[in-house]
């Protein structure tokens, strides 16, 4: 297995622009975890899914976040608008229930 | 908000000297993982403890698990200029039938050479 696949890895964007972020976890892994890293925050779990079925919300920042997972093999994390204040590295991570496998993060730079 | 928070916040040492990492968490948990992440990469899993243990060994690595003190260690032996690296951390915080895996703040590890 690739180990957990995220694209893009960079994204620079204008203010106000929509950002569409993408996973693709392990095979065979029935959890997904959305966080984000930034200086400040340290890395902060946003979302997470058990079996495509988002289970805990409650680290999305604002309205302006949404997740999906309408299948297995794929996840979306979307910002719209998106605002400087977003810029982090967003990383996604797989599971089995124990140990977590992470992507390589995709760095996002609102200007 | 962050279940583990990590001590130190930084910590530089000579090579070949030991490095110990503090953990502590708030609420129950089933196990306790420590992460390590390299400087622009994601993180990776380096061990995994069990609330039923108290001490595990993995290679250099050697972690302890105190649940009545809601605290753990993460040992490094022998430190190499590689093990330089920021080391995170990890609460599964169970919820019904599922879980989320909360992250600390972590430590930052210098290696002197």
């Known amino acids: 297995d690739a180990g957990v696949i995220q694209s893009p890895r960079h994204e620079v964007t204008e203010m106000g622009q929509e950002v569409t972020l993408r996973c693709k976890p392990i095979s065979g892994h029935d959890y997904l975890f959305w966080y984000r890293q930034t200086m400040m925050r340290g890395l902060e779990l946003l979302i997470y899914?058990?079996?495509?079925?988002?289970?805990?919300d409650s680290g999305m920042p604002e309205d302006r976040f949404s997740a999906k997972m309408p299948n297995a093999s794929f996840s979306t994390l979307k910002i719209q608008p998106s605002e400087p204040r977003d810029s982090a590295v967003y990383f996604c991570?797989?599971?089995?229930?124990?140990?977590?496998?992470f992507g390589q993060g995709t760095r996002l730079t609102v200007v | 908000s962050q279940q583990g928070e990590e001590d130190p916040q930084a910590l530089s040492i000579q090579e070949g000297e030991n490095a110990t990492m503090n953990c502590s968490y708030k609420t129950s948990i089933n196990n306790l993982q420590w992460y390590r992440q390299n400087s622009g990469r994601g993180l990776v899993h380096l061990i995994l403890?069990?609330?039923?243990?108290r001490e595990k060994h993995s290679g250099r690595l050697r972690v302890t698990l105190d649940t009545s003190k809601k605290s753990s260690s993460l040992l490094i032996t022998a430190s190499r200029a590689a093990d330089t690296a920021s080391y995170f951390c990890a609460t599964d915080a169970r919820r019904s039938s599922a879980s989320k895996i909360i992250f600390g703040s972590g430590t930052r590890l210098s290696i002197r050479p």
């Open positions: 403890i069990r609330s039923n243990e």
């Open positions: 991570a797989s599971s089995s229930v124990t140990e977590a496998f």
């Open positions: 899914f058990n079996n495509n079925v988002p289970i805990d």
